[in-house]
């Protein structure tokens, strides 16, 4: 099978279009047939080993883990294992791929238990592909991180990208007065998701307005740490999706162990629990992706490029086609 492997870190010329063992699933997997997957903030983390804590975990001097990126997908299942149950093959799905990601290629194996849940019937491929990272991502965070309350105000920053666009649905179902931070050219679309006020930074610096706020989702880790904690309530919650690297961490537990404020970072895992929420959601039209590129699975290295611009709207779509796709 085809598939975009990442066998060194660096600029993404050092993707490559391979051609890889089909895999073959164990009794309790299944293999699915990729139709669409995405290029993420975490692929191109990973790629760039950026943070350094990236290589403790896949590699210190070359990617050992995985070299094939890709943290979401949607297909078809192709093949079951013996003792799977909850799935058929020609089942269409959609899928995190989890730590190992793995979602850039045409085939991937999944266990049963896995974030692996039946399409929303109301999307294709491509729009599917791109709800498990942001949507879980953003749900993770503002639910059980946050513990996200109607009628409280929360302050999303980057509200324009892969996670910020579904944080800013998400917040605006849960019933919180949403204000999207984003720039100039991406306001009508976050006041298109449910924000009631958005703020352009590359004008205004929300820290400075006095305004402050129940949580403050950093979803680019690019907000100043002592800027958002000086815009939180007493006991308001900075939640931080890219808080990785040892120093912020630190931080960030001082200040809850000193202050009746909290600041949570991490990363979070997709759940299957999780992606039935939003399949719901989404066919009750309360959820959409927004997808701003497509790009086919060997111009994978190109979809890299367009995002380290900074240029995104949502979300970067790799579509994958086969012969013999219906």
């Known amino acids: 099978m085809k598939a975009i492997a990442c066998t060194e870190y660096g600029s993404p010329e050092v993707l490559q279009l391979k051609e890889v063992e089909k895999p073959t699933p164990k009794e309790n997997e299944v293999l699915i047939k990729i139709y669409a997957t995405t290029v993420t903030s975490a692929d191109i983390r990973i790629r760039r080993a950026d943070p350094f804590g990236v290589r403790l975990f896949y590699g210190l001097r070359n990617p050992k883990k995985n070299t094939i990126l890709g943290a979401e997908l949607a297909g078809e299942i192709e093949a079951i294992g013996k003792n799977v149950k909850q799935f058929n093959i020609g089942d269409q799905v959609f899928a995190g791929a989890g730590t190992n990601f793995g979602a850039n290629a045409e085939y991937i194996c999944l266990p049963e238990?896995?974030?692996?849940?039946?399409?929303?019937?109301?999307?294709?491929?491509?729009?599917?592909?791109?709800?498990?990272?942001?949507?879980?991502?953003?749900?993770?965070?503002?639910?059980?991180?946050?513990?996200?309350?109607?009628?409280?105000?929360?302050?999303?920053?980057?509200?324009?990208?892969?996670?910020?666009?579904?944080?800013?649905?998400?917040?605006?179902?849960?019933?919180?007065?949403?204000?999207?931070?984003?720039?100039?050219?991406?306001?009508?679309?976050?006041?298109?998701?449910?924000?009631?006020?958005?703020?352009?930074?590359?004008?205004?610096?929300?820290?400075?307005?006095?305004?402050?706020?129940?949580?403050?989702?950093?979803?680019?880790?690019?907000?100043?740490?002592?800027?958002?904690?000086?815009?939180?309530?007493?006991?308001?919650?900075?939640?931080?999706?890219?808080?990785?690297?040892?120093v912020s961490i630190l931080r960030g537990l001082w200040v809850s162990m000193t202050t009746s404020q909290k600041v949570i970072g991490g990363v979070a895992i997709e759940r299957k629990e999780d992606l039935i929420f939003l399949k719901e959601l989404i066919e009750a039209g309360k959820f959409k992706t927004v997808v701003d590129r497509f790009y086919s699975l060997e111009q994978t290295a190109d979809a890299h490029r367009y995002i380290e611009q900074g240029l995104k709207k949502g979300n970067v779509v790799i579509t994958v086609k086969h012969s013999n796709k219906a």
């Open 113 to 246: 238990a896995a974030a692996v849940v039946l399409k929303p019937i109301n999307m294709t491929y491509e729009e599917a592909a791109a709800v498990p990272f942001g949507g879980t991502t953003a749900l993770i965070f503002l639910q059980n991180k946050g513990k996200i309350q109607k009628g409280q105000s929360v302050l999303i920053y980057g509200a324009s990208g892969s996670l910020g666009t579904a944080a800013v649905q998400l917040a605006k179902f849960f019933g919180a007065d949403i204000t999207g931070v984003c720039s100039t050219a991406k306001i009508e679309l976050v006041k298109s998701l449910g924000a009631d006020e958005v703020i352009d930074y590359t004008r205004e610096d929300f820290t400075k307005s006095g305004k402050t706020y129940d949580i403050i989702f950093d979803t680019t880790g690019k907000s100043s740490f002592s800027g958002c904690l000086k815009s939180l309530k007493q006991n308001g919650i900075y939640l931080r999706a890219v808080h990785i690297d040892l």
